[in-house]
């Protein structure tokens, strides 16, 4: 199952930061100049952030010394088992260590379902969105969780400047993923996580084709 967002020309991720460019570096048309008759190629070229659609934060993301995405090993998100944490986010925004207790956590990836992905691609995406507390991100620590990954636009509170739940889990080297998607289509539990980004050197974030695999 899917649980990623489709990543498109002009697409806004996150308000403040460019959309990507998405454009032909060999256009079709150009290529039958290069080619035999009836054959032809297309060349894309993409300029973007590495916060673009749904993706994953590794340590060098918040961390200077912190491993970069050639530096972390696929068993860090490859065929997880996973288990949902359900959030109504209309009636909770501040997501604490409370939602996750009498969870078996242990050694998951643990994906929070707010239904927020509603909202995506529309201005209310980036207002007031559901996050986890400085507490819950200890707790997912203590638990020896393997990977956290939410729906929402944020896995931190973004009003203010502090972002406790990404510097205590990255610092434990605990992939983040964000944006997530079709969480609501998922069970419990009872099925693997996988969200894997290319190996790129020098680079903390980058977009994921996030997958769960129905046991």
Known sequence: MDLSHTIEHGLVTYKGLPAPIICDYLSREESRD???EGTEFQIGKVEMVGNTGTYLDC???RYSQGKDLS???LVNFVDLEGIVIRVNHKETLAIDA???REKEIRGRAVLVNTGWDQYWNSEM??????YLTRDAAQYLIDCR????????MNIDKTQGKSRPVHSLLLQEEIPIVEHLCC????PDEGFTF?????KFKGVGTFPVRAMAKIL
């Open 98 to 100: 409370d939602f996750f």
């Open 145 to 152: 969780v393997k990977l956290v990954g939410i729906d929402s």
């Open 71 to 73: 530096e972390m090993n």
């Open 194 to 198: 996988t969200a894997i980004p290319p």
């Open 34 to 36: 290069l080619y035999e």
């Open 125 to 130: 995406y980036f207002e007031n969105h559901p």
């Open 59 to 61: 340590p060098f993301h």
């Open 183 to 186: 969480l609501d289509q998922l």
